[in-house]
């Protein structure tokens, strides 16, 4: 097949380089944001009386021809034309014939790729953006009905204070509603209109860049011509807004598969939504939430893969930028799955209530709350640490838990010790001390539970 550059080569291609330089193979993923991109510019040269009105028609209906055969899964991809900008020009000269070959005027497939990611990616983070907000809904759902179940806390995996599921649910939403607004930060620098850039330099045609730029609903046009085809930040910061979303999403997967182990025993997750073993016929595995851990990496290698193929890179354009792509679709596809995925295992999963007694023979939960008891009776926070290390001390010797405590047996430790600190003792009445904003008394965390409703309902 002769190339539409191949004006000045005598040789053809050889197979291999052919093979080698091709990305239609997955740069197809973008026919309909070149075909839209193309047809704004069509308009554009039209109204600029670049091309005849006629002209424009014709390749206007030829373009939604196209768009079509795509739709339906009936266009013929030719390997031998690189990439889907050389195949959709190739399939227009059939359908229309040489005039196919004006469309072409006043750009560069330089600055036609900016604009076919560029559109994509803004699609794709507004997807993202929804698909956070629906987790964020799940979340909510489970903290509100699970308001009154109360867990240990941990620091260091070990047990520290007892909180409310809910509470810790909601900290999980507040890591999402960070990652929705770094997308939605990302977005303003995604949604700058190249097209008109041309190879690098700008165009000796009279274009309006503003008006394809109002068709193809962009707010900025970019300013510097070279800038606009060599700029590939706004998908450095979209996969770094990805790879901290998944991250969030692998802590919680952690903490899901913990949960569901005999020794938390705090959560059972779906049938729908685990697997079995092959060899081990009692086992059920929460898979979903080893694979959501696993394919983080998959994200982060997305992003080093883009901030390598970024450094050291000359203006302008260059081949290598090429690699973009499966990096970049890649990290949608995980993203997007990860996120649909943890969705339905944690709608569809079971949350055990731990009974009071299991939490106050779990670990001295409240010995923080016996230290604070000590001083409200006046004694500085490290006397009452070191006292309150002794009732645990003494506790350990005798296999005993901090609520089987007797008055007496606490006041041979502490004569500061009263009658009203086996109220302090108790594991609701820590959680309802918690009460500091932001802390983990149901009231507070009520509050939060009408704060985030409010939040996730805007759009
Ligand atoms: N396939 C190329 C890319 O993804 C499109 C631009 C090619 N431009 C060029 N001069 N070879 O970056």
Same mark, same amino acid.
């Given at each position: ?12 291609? *050889? ?69 889907? /900008? ?36 803004? *699609? ?24 009154? /179940? ?5 620091? /260091? =995996? ?173 990290? @949608? ?38 230290? *604070? ?11 009452? /640490? ?20 007797? =008055? ?12 009203? @600190?086996? *109220? ?36």
């Amino acid at each position: 097949m002769k190339k539409p550059w191949g004006g000045r080569f005598e040789k053809s291609t *050889d197979a291999l380089m052919e093979r080698f330089s091709a990305s239609i193979a997955f740069d197809q993923a973008l026919y309909a944001y070149d075909i839209a991109g193309s047809i704004a510019h069509c308009k554009m040269l039209a109204k600029c009386r670049i091309l005849k009105p006629a002209e424009a028609k014709k390749i206007v209906t030829g373009l939604e021809k196209i768009r079509k055969e795509f739709d339906a899964g009936q266009f013929k991809i030719d390997e031998s034309l690189e990439d889907i /900008h050389m195949n959709i020009e190739n399939r227009l000269t059939q359908l229309i014939g040489p005039v196919a070959g004006k469309l072409h005027t006043a750009r560069s497939r330089n600055d036609q790729i900016c604009l076919d990611i560029r559109m994509y990616l803004r *699609d794709e983070v507004a997807e993202i953006m929804q698909a956070i907000q629906q987790l964020g809904k799940t979340l909510l759902t489970l903290a509100k009905k699970h308001i009154d /179940h109360i867990i240990p806390g941990y620091t /260091h =995996l070990q047990r520290a204070q007892p909180v409310l599921l809910s509470h810790h649910l909601l900290a999980h939403l507040e890591m999402l509603l960070r990652d929705k607004g770094r997308m939605q930060d990302a977005l303003k620098r995604i949604n700058v209109m190249p097209l008109g850039s041309a190879a690098l330099a700008g165009t000796n045609f009279p274009i309006d860049r503003h008006y394809t730029a109002k068709l193809l609903k962009f707010p900025e046009v970019s300013h510097n011509s070279i800038d606009s085809v060599s700029d590939r930040d706004f998908l450095i910061e979209f996969t770094s807004a990805a790879a901290i979303l998944m991250m969030h999403l692998s802590r919680f997967a952690e903490e899901i598969i913990l949960w569901s182990s005999s020794e938390f025993d705090l959560i059972e997750l779906s049938d729908a939504f685990s697997t079995g073993s092959s060899i081990m016929p009692q086992k059920k595995n929460p898979d979903p939430a080893e694979l959501i851990r696993g394919k983080s990496g998959r994200v982060y290698g997305s992003l080093v893969a883009l901030l390598t193929l970024m450094k050291s890179l000359p203006l302008a354009y260059n081949r290598d930028l090429q690699e973009d792509k499966e990096p970049l679709f890649d990290a @949608v596809h995980t993203v997007k799955l990860c996120l649909a995925v943890f969705d339905g295992m944690l709608a569809t999963a079971k949350f055990k209530k731990i009974p009071l007694a299991k939490l106050e023979a779990s670990g001295f939960l409240t010995a923080t709350d016996i230290a *604070d008891y000590l001083v409200l009776q006046g004694i500085p926070f490290r006397e009452a /640490h070191a006292i309150t290390g002794k009732t645990v001390s003494y506790c350990l010797k005798n296999n005993m838990t901090l609520e089987q405590m007797s =008055l007496a047996e606490l006041q041979k430790i502490s004569s500061r010790f009263k009658k009203d @600190v086996l *109220d302090h003792i108790s594991i609701t009445s820590s959680v309802e001390r918690k009460a500091s904003y932001g802390g983990t008394a149901k009231k507070r965390v009520l509050e939060q539970i009408a704060r985030l409703k409010k939040e996730l309902a805007r759009k």
